[in-house]
């Protein structure tokens, strides 16, 4: 902007003209040398001379306008100058800046104008217009002058003893000499003689509520430097239109927005990595070996089992069937000597975790064999087997891992075969690619959540750009919602402190927990890098085991225990920082991404409404910065966050053992549970904001009747021989509060939301009372507290230990406890559809007593119509459980770790189902041959 207003300057210069009848004038002609009509004479000539051989001026025969310093910065002179003058005066913005250049205009006169009625003086501008000269007639006259006066009011400069500082709009300066137009206080320019009008006591804080600029005045939140006084100023930022700052800086939104966000980025991952080198040396690092008793020393059973697995995959698989089925039975021995030893849990982990280091093809073979074992000790008994693995590996990837080696290879590994070379699959399996795996995952986690984090606080930064802290009032909803947004940020970051004092499952040194502690925003990243130092750990213990057992398949055995244990601890650490990593993610879930997207929801909702009840916040939709785009990625980004914050929660309590088809159905389930406590919270916050067109009868109730003294006749009778008269006001009811017709105001409303979680909070501790008495006191805390989205996860059939019941009665518990929670979210949601339910009761009561007198208006049949349908919520919701019971049943069936034992289990009952029905069926036919 700032090149084309220097173009327009450039190509101005002064001139003077005749004015028929009254003399002459002085003003600026254009000279602009590409204007199109000096291309087409310039063209013209040099055909003719071309033709002729003869030169023609042309040029000197084209006269270019001049026009009157009076009429420039009009805005009905827009259209003359754009299309004769420069073509970037088009532009209505440009022109406005132009117009304001106060460098170029300040030396130029306003010439008088004689005209028939006489001469008329005039003077510039002296605010922020100076290209606009304004008749001095009009200056502290009343009525005003609106088109030859000036569009900041700067012709209001007065003496104080003029009548025309009596007017409201009118402020006098404090030396009581002069009065000034109430929009030229703070504006950059002095008009005062003592300059109190620009006093850093009125300009020196943004919004006000007088003064510059005269539009947006309560959105004026930027304060800035006056282009060319120097001045403190406001402007609306991030609008695209030029406020008078220095180099337009308030329009700078998304560059500073961007850095910003880079910025912290780049800073946090800096201070984590940092944070967590500072703890390493409060940090009394010890490696806690786990005392495993094997079975002698050189003679113990993980180094056999596991030599002999790596000989059969390596050497004997490729030997006759004689061979192979020796070398089998002598795996089979060790195998059932370990399986009956009290160590075989971990040992057979141990066995699991260094099959996993071997390549593809040899991991798949080293499974199958492992699995034909197992089938063999229990007999071909697939159940049992499965309940063996369970019990014996648990719940974790390392059993994910042995079970995806068993899935018979698919389409999708024949394309991998041949898409991706046969080096890259070698490399994919070695030390350094598994290493470089792990850091960039861990990245991607760091990088993962602080961008929900710095992206909340961006968003936070854009709404306070529009809601000043200092001087909205708390009661008004824009301050409402800055405060919802805060307190989102904030609690979370609390909720992280509990959950780190309340661990016990790492045994922090209490340096390390107060560090975290001080440091709360930067705790997530430490305790990422903390896993990953684990899981770094375990990766090289891992290969260097493996490497030392194919060293050794031809010479003596060597003792492994020290590395057998370091391995076994480094899993279960990296583990538990993995658990607390879900603890912080889940805390942010629950109340820094739902509030991100309750929020943007309601904002775009009072967009697109024309009852609504609150506002404030409409112009942050209206401005031409990329801000918005901003707003909406954040409120699609918390969306992802939710879904995949809960899944992560829900893989992590099995300890990342959950398949792809588990992932998908548990994805959807969250989608539908996260849609319906959305459209809850919705439907009861729409009534009392005026979403969705709801209060339309409202808005048409309060246009009051034109009234004058004596009272409106709404119909005239004649009823035996006599004038009855009917007034108006005996069949209009009017509405002038929005909560006449709702039931409730705005405030009840948030006080009907702090009852409905307490009970919510309450309900949740009653029915898992069984649960929570496994769990710590701030487990307990947490655990209710994280339950306001979505249902808390269900009782796990898998969970309950063999001495608690069968596993018809466990799994009768957990379909009893889906049931159970599903309904009381139902329950809350019908709860939650209060508000609309009063509103149709209140709309039907009004519709049925105007339609006597009135017709409907279209509004209000809108109105009508809109409450109606919402009235229709339970069904939805009603849908949307079932969905929920029938997407987890699903899950168990067909996504769950131990389907198979399920399933299995299920056809067994089914069976024993079926033999009674056939017994009772003949005992029922020997009785009836005995009648």
């Known amino acids: 902007m700032q090149m084309y207003k220097t173009t327009i300057v450039q190509t101005l210069k002064e001139c003077k003209a005749e004015d028929m009848g009254f003399g002459g004038f002085e003003g600026l002609e254009c000279n602009y040398q590409a204007s199109h009509i000096y291309n087409l004479l310039n063209q013209f000539s040099k055909q003719v001379e071309q033709q002729t051989n003869m030169s023609y001026d042309f040029l000197s025969t084209y006269s270019k306008d001049c026009y009157s310093y009076n009429t420039w910065c009009h805005d009905r002179s827009l259209v003359t100058l754009a299309e004769d003058c420069h073509p970037k005066l088009n532009d209505r913005e440009e022109y406005k800046m132009f117009c304001r250049n106060n460098t170029f205009w300040e030396s130029l006169p306003c010439p008088s104008m004689t005209t028939a009625a006489g001469v008329e003086k005039y003077s510039r501008c002296r605010g922020n217009t100076p290209g606009k000269c304004f008749k001095e007639d009009c200056s502290c006259r009343e009525p005003s002058c609106t088109a030859l006066g000036c569009p900041d009011n700067s012709e209001h400069i ?78 609306v930022p991030c609008n695209d239109k030029d406020d008078m700052c220095k180099d337009m800086e308030d329009e700078n939104c998304d560059e500073k927005y961007y850095v910003a966000t880079a910025l912290s980025l780049v800073g946090i991952a800096a201070i984590s990595i940092g944070i967590f080198f500072f703890t390493q040396k409060f940090m009394k690092i010890r490696n806690r070996i786990a005392r495993l008793e094997m079975v002698g020393r050189s003679d113990s059973i993980i180094d056999k089992l596991f ?24 795996i089979l021995k060790i195998y059932k000597k370990a399986h009956s030893s009290p160590t075989f849990s971990s040992s057979l982990k141990l066995v699991m975790m260094l099959i996993q280091t071997l390549e593809e093809t040899h991991q798949r073979e080293a499974s199958l064999l492992i699995e034909k074992i197992e089938l063999t000790l229990h007999r071909g008994d697939k159940l049992d087997k499965l309940k063996c693995i369970k019990e014996t590996l648990g719940t974790n ?49 760091i990088m993962g959540y602080y961008s929900d984090f710095v992206k909340d606080i961006i968003f936070l930064f854009i709404l306070s750009s529009f809601v000043p802290w200092s001087t909205t009032p708390f009661s008004s909803f824009p301050f409402q919602i800055i405060f919802i947004l805060f307190f989102s940020l904030i609690n979370p970051q609390i909720l992280n402190i509990v959950s780190i004092t309340g661990n016990e499952d790492l045994r922090m040194s209490k340096p390390l927990k107060l560090i975290l502690c001080i440091c709360s925003p930067f705790a997530p990243a430490v305790v990422v890098v903390m896993k990953l130092n684990a899981e770094y750990l375990q990766t090289c213990i891992r290969f260097r085991l493996t490497k030392h057992y194919f060293s050794s398949l031809e010479k003596r055995m060597i003792s492994t225990n020290t590395d057998s244990a370091q391995l076994l601890e480094a899993e279960k650490c990296a583990e538990k920082w ?27 909702a009072l967009l697109f409404t ?89 808005k048409m109730g309060s246009i009051p009747f034109v009234d004058g003294k004596s009272p409106l006749i709404y119909d005239v009778e004649i009823v035996e021989s006599e004038l009855k008269k009917t007034n108006l006001q005996s069949v209009w009811r009017p509405l002038t509060d929005y909560s006449d017709l709702t039931g409730n105001s705005l405030q009840m409303i948030y006080l009907g939301l702090i009852i409905f ?67 009381l979210y139902f329950s809350e949601h019908v709860l939650l559809c209060l508000p609309i339910f009063i509103l149709n009761s209140k709309i039907s009561v009004r519709n049925s007593f105007h339609t006597n007198w009135f017709s409907i208006l279209q509004m209000e049949r809108t109105s009508t119509q ?23 049943y699903l899950y168990y069936k067909v996504g769950h770790p131990w389907q198979g034992i399920w399933n299995l289990e299920q056809n067994r009952t089914s069976k024993k189902m079926g033999y009674l029905v056939t017994d009772n069926s003949d005992e029922s036919q020997e009785a009836l041959l005995v009648r």
Not at 172 to 178: E, H, M, Q, R, V
Not at 307 to 319: G, L, T, Y
Not at 580 to 591: A, E, G, S, W, Y
Not at 793 to 809: H, I, M, P, T, V
């Open 610 to 698: 024309q009852t609504a009840t609150v506002g404030g916040l409409q112009d942050l939709f209206t401005t031409g910065s990329d801000s918005i785009f901003l707003i909406v990625l954040s409120a699609v980004w918390s969306t992802k966050s939710l879904v995949t914050g809960h899944l992560a929660q829900w893989v992590g309590r099995k300890n990342g053992f959950v398949a792809m088809k588990g992932k998908i159905l548990l994805s959807t389930y969250f989608i539908l549970c996260i849609m319906s406590r959305l459209l809850a919270f919705l439907l009861y916050l729409a009534p009392s904001m005026g979403l969705l067109n709801l209060l339309g009868h409202w």
């Open 866 to 888: 809109v409450a109606a349908l919402l009235g229709a919520a339970p069904a939805a919701f009603a849908i949307l459980t079932c969905l929920q019971v029938a997407l987890l």
């Open 307 to 330: 030599s002999m697995i790596a000989r059969f995959i390596f050497h004997d698989i490729k030997q006759a069937k004689k061979v192979k089925a020796k070398c089998f039975r002598k």
């Open 397 to 445: 990837q390392i059993t994910m891992k042995f079970f995806e080696n068993l899935e018979p290879l698919g389409l999708l590994h024949a394309i991998k075969q041949k898409i991706i070379p046969t080096k890259m699959n070698e490399v994919k399996d070695s030390k350094n690619f598994t290493l470089i795996k792990i850091i960039v995952q861990g990245f991607l986690l």
């Open 158 to 235: 007065c003496p104080v003893e003029h009548s025309f500082c009596g007017n409201q709009f009118m402020w006098t300066c404090l030396d009581n000499k002069t009065c000034v137009h109430h929009s030229l206080r703070c504006d950059g320019y002095q008009h005062c003689q003592d300059g109190s009008d620009e006093s850093n006591q009125f300009c020196n804080y943004c919004p006000r509520s007088f003064g510059y600029p005269i539009k947006n005045r309560e959105i004026a939140t930027y304060r800035c430097i006056h282009r060319y006084t120097g001045r403190q100023i406001c402007s």
């Open 757 to 823: 979680f307490t009970i919510h909070w309450a309900l949740i501790a009653l029915i898992r009372r069984n649960t929570l008495k496994l769990l710590t006191p701030t487990g307990r805390f947490l655990y209710i507290l994280n339950t306001l989205v979505c249902p808390p996860q269900c009782l796990e059939w898998d969970e309950f230990k063999e001495r608690q019941g069968s596993f018809g009665e466990n799994w009768q518990k957990t379909k009893l406890d889906i049931l159970s929670i599903h309904a």
């Open 578 to 604: 993995k658990q607390l990593f879900v603890q912080i993610t889940r805390n942010d879930n629950n109340f820094e991404h739902f509030s991100q997207v309750v929020v943007l929801v309601l904002l775009v």
